[in-house]
């Protein structure tokens, strides 16, 4: 801006000598000929250009500065944030419904809904998209957006997951990865699966008894590996889980749980089928 402001003096100071020629050309209309121009009106003459100059870049300044923050502040962006074992819900400007699951962010702008329908994920949600077949929805998460226009669908991307999970009740979606120029367009009841250490989709049939089951309120676990296990819990239970022993991380458990039940009871049956053992301590479960 500053820069700009400059030019506009130097485009005034390099037209200096076309001004006093009309200026020399106004006062011999207006003044006897052998009437010259005194000191005192030059100087005021050459300091009147220099004000006026000086004056727009100042107005060209305050109003570039007056826009920036009315811009500013068309972009401001809300965020609604879940702790551990928290959830929320949200229901945006243009009738769209979503769902937020704990240890969760989701972000969106000030002017959602009137240039474009995006939000950010981080975590996991529950989507009922609003129809608006001239403007998509798009969820943005960590390495793909999922673009929809009137679908109802769960975006499983936490950040600390090696996988994005899209589960699909109806209408349609397509994801579609920021790192590769792979789509994958998925139909009601199926579920894109995208590994984010291979840039790789993958897509199943819809698993009722494991996939999106925190909207009916229970933690469901098909063959998983026990330290994705406690990545659930720590979220769903304001507790952290620390390993001493590395190796049964890689323990296999199957089960399914309501959302309230008591985590010492979860922990004893997981304990009765791997063999682990356990050891609170304050808000750390010691897995040894």
């Known amino acids: 801006m500053k820069k ?10 390099e037209k200096e000598m076309q001004v006093d020629q009309e200026w020399n050309r106004l006062l011999s209309n207006i003044q006897p000929p052998k009437v010259k121009k005194s000191k005192l009106n030059i100087i005021l003459f050459q300091f009147s250009k220099y004000a006026a100059a000086i004056f727009l870049g100042v107005l060209i300044t305050a109003t570039f500065f007056n ?15 879940t702790a551990k074992g928290e959830r929320s819900h949200v229901k945006l400007t243009d009738g769209t419904s979503v769902r937020i699951n704990s240890c969760s962010i989701l972000k969106f702008a000030k002017s959602y809904a ?5 939000v950010y994920l981080e975590g996991e949600a529950y989507f009922e998209v609003a129809k608006n077949k001239d403007m998509p929805f798009i969820v943005k998460v960590n390495g793909a957006d ?8 769960n975006v499983s991307a936490y950040k600390d997951d090696n996988e994005l999970r899209i589960t699909l009740f109806n209408g349609k979606v397509k994801v579609q990865p920021t790192l590769t120029k792979q789509e994958v367009l998925l139909k009601p009841e199926q579920v ?3 590994n984010k250490m291979n840039n ?6 819809y698993n009722s008894r494991i996939d999106a089951q925190w909207l009916n309120n229970y933690l469901s676990f098909e063959r998983m590996y026990l330290q994705d296990i406690t990545k ?24 399914s749980f309501k959302t309230d039940a008591d985590l010492s009871e979860i922990l ?19 897995i040894k």
């Open 4 to 13: 700009y402001v400059i030019k506009i003096i130097e485009d005034c100071l």
């Open 146 to 153: 999922v673009k929809a226009i009137g679908t109802a669908f």
């Open 67 to 81: 826009w920036a923050k009315e811009s500013k502040n068309n972009d401001a962006v809300y965020e609604v944030i």
């Open 232 to 255: 659930i819990l720590e979220r769903n239970y304001n507790v952290c889980f620390h390993y001493e022993n590395q190796k049964v991380k890689k323990l296999r458990f199957n089960g």
């Open 268 to 286: 004893q049956i997981i304990q009765t089928n791997t063999g682990i053992k356990y050891e609170f301590k304050r808000d750390s479960i010691i």
């Open 192 to 194: 894109a699966t995208y």
């Open 114 to 118: 009137l240039s474009n329908r995006n």
């Open 200 to 205: 790789n989709i993958e897509v199943k049939d």
